[in-house]
């Protein structure tokens, strides 16, 4: 990027005004493709810029690794290291975000690196992490890396909050291997490349994590019950407060026994249809704030029937937890693939009083109608005072296309919402803030509708 030099007498005092998250992307190293040079090429700017850039540590706090197609030789490979050094020392005192892509080149035609060319990749990164070690906050490491390889010769992440992990094998550890001294570290996320042991993870999980993700990585079908079941038995579960499991693999009902996570906030959940009716069904959340739900399209996932739609139902009978965001992609769908029935959804909604926003990502397969007269508030019709705070409504791909009267899609808005300046339509009820409406198959009358609405205030 080139930037023309201001000859105005008040360029001075604008530029310090600049925001630090602006001058992040006007200032950047450039190299070519084909060399890697040493100390890099500044982007050209004016030297008032430069010295901004020079003297703001602040403006070096992320670093985004990435393998140049340049790197062709140990020289190369030291110069390179030499100016991501550069970088890090501009940072002067403050903590510095690390992402290290693969070994790939990312973003150009150009032919897979060779295996010489990773090497030389390797070596640099794993310098910088060993060489900065208490300088990072956040930390994302690539599939290059074993899982041991990585941690095994740290002894302190003094500075470390975040970290997420692409693990290709895992094996069990030896009794001597312990996880780094990283006081400050809360949040935690692994991507497994196939179904892994836990005696391998709990020795890279610390008492100190609260935010835990655990994903599958593409291709892999999802965790099998006996990891689940190994996960949940670990102390750490009983202090986190946000848990995503992507995702859970197994086909045939398992028996999972019964656990409390008294102090989950938030749960993120994908699976088969039986994974996640025998998880929910198995948890005591006393705690739970926030809960996303999706399953996953494939024949005969709803085999046995909407399971999840029951649990779902014993699971806020046994917690009562305070529930205020309900997230379900694919789980109302009809016939197939049907997770939560829709009077089993009702009924949940019926006591889960405290809900705030809703999103519902259907694929065209749910029954709207039977959907959106749930959801309408009546206050005259006994059993019709559902979700008396819902505020926010999202949904994505339902249809009411065939509904040529458009009454139920508006029933539910009108129910819920009413015009700046005006009475609202029903007592004991929230007025709805927010409507998005994403990829769903409207009819003419609704669209307009929803038009009008939008003019008298509705967002």
């Known amino acids: 990027m080139e930037i023309q030099s201001s000859r105005s007498p008040n360029a001075n005092e604008v530029l310090r005004i600049f925001p630090p998250e602006l001058l992040t992307r006007i200032f950047s190293y450039c190299s070519s493709p084909k060399t890697i040079a040493h100390p890099p090429n500044f982007t050209q700017t004016c030297a008032r810029w430069r010295a901004i850039a020079h003297s703001s540590p602040e403006l070096w706090r992320v670093i985004d690794i990435e393998l140049p197609p340049g790197l062709e030789t140990e020289a190369d490979s030291s110069r390179f290291e030499l100016a991501i050094t550069d970088w890090v020392l501009r940072s002067s005192d403050l903590s510095v975000d690390l992402t290290v892509y693969g070994a790939l080149f990312r973003n150009t035609d150009l032919n897979r690196p060779s295996e010489f060319q990773r090497d030389l990749y390797a070596k640099v990164y794993k310098n910088i992490v060993m060489k900065f070690s208490g300088k990072w906050r956040y930390l994302c490491t690539p599939y290059a890396w074993d899982i041991h390889d990585f941690l095994l010769d740290l002894k302190q992440l003094t500075a470390l909050e975040e970290l997420e992990m692409s693990a290709v094998t895992c094996e069990k550890p030896a009794t001597h291997e312990l996880f780094p001294e990283a006081p400050c570290l809360r949040k935690q996320s692994f991507e497994l490349s196939r179904n892994p042991s836990m005696a391998c993870l709990e020795k890279f999980i610390p008492s100190t994590i609260v935010d835990l993700n655990l994903l599958s990585a593409p291709g892999v079908f999802g965790f099998w019950s006996d990891f689940i079941q190994d996960l949940l038995k670990l102390d750490i579960t009983r202090h986190l407060t946000h848990l995503q499991l992507d995702s859970l693999g197994w086909l045939e009902p398992h028996h999972l026994p019964p656990v409390s996570l008294p102090e989950l906030v938030?749960?993120?959940?994908?699976?088969?249809?039986?994974?996640?009716?025998?998880?929910?069904?198995?948890?005591?959340?006393?705690?739970?704030?926030?809960?996303?739900?999706?399953?996953?399209?494939?024949?005969?996932?709803?085999?046995?029937?909407?399971?999840?739609?029951?649990?779902?139902?014993?699971?806020?009978?046994?917690?009562?937890?305070?529930?205020?965001?309900?997230?379900?992609?694919?789980?109302?769908?009809?016939?197939?693939?049907?997770?939560?029935?829709l009077d089993d959804f009702f009924q949940f909604l019926s006591s889960a009083v405290t809900i705030e926003r809703l999103h519902i990502h259907a694929d065209g397969r749910t029954d709207t109608y039977r959907l959106m007269e749930f959801l309408r508030y009546d206050e005259q019709l006994p059993g019709k005072q559902i979700l008396p705070h819902l505020t926010t409504f999202s949904a994505t791909s339902l249809t009411d296309s065939e509904d040529t009267s458009c009454s139920h899609f508006m029933d539910f808005v009108r129910s819920r919402w009413w015009p700046l300046n005006s009475a609202p339509g029903s007592s004991g009820v929230d007025k709805l803030q927010t409507l998005d409406i994403l990829a769903c198959d409207l009819n003419e009358m609704t669209k307009k509708e929803l038009e009008t609405c939008h003019d008298e205030g509705l967002k």
């Open 266 to 341: 938030e749960f993120m959940l994908k699976g088969t249809i039986n994974a996640s009716g025998d998880l929910l069904g198995a948890l005591t959340l006393p705690s739970l704030r926030k809960l996303s739900l999706e399953t996953s399209h494939f024949r005969g996932n709803g085999d046995q029937g909407p399971k999840v739609g029951v649990a779902l139902v014993e699971l806020q009978r046994k917690s009562h937890f305070p529930l205020a965001s309900l997230s379900l992609t694919w789980m109302l769908e009809e016939p197939e693939n049907k997770a939560i029935s």
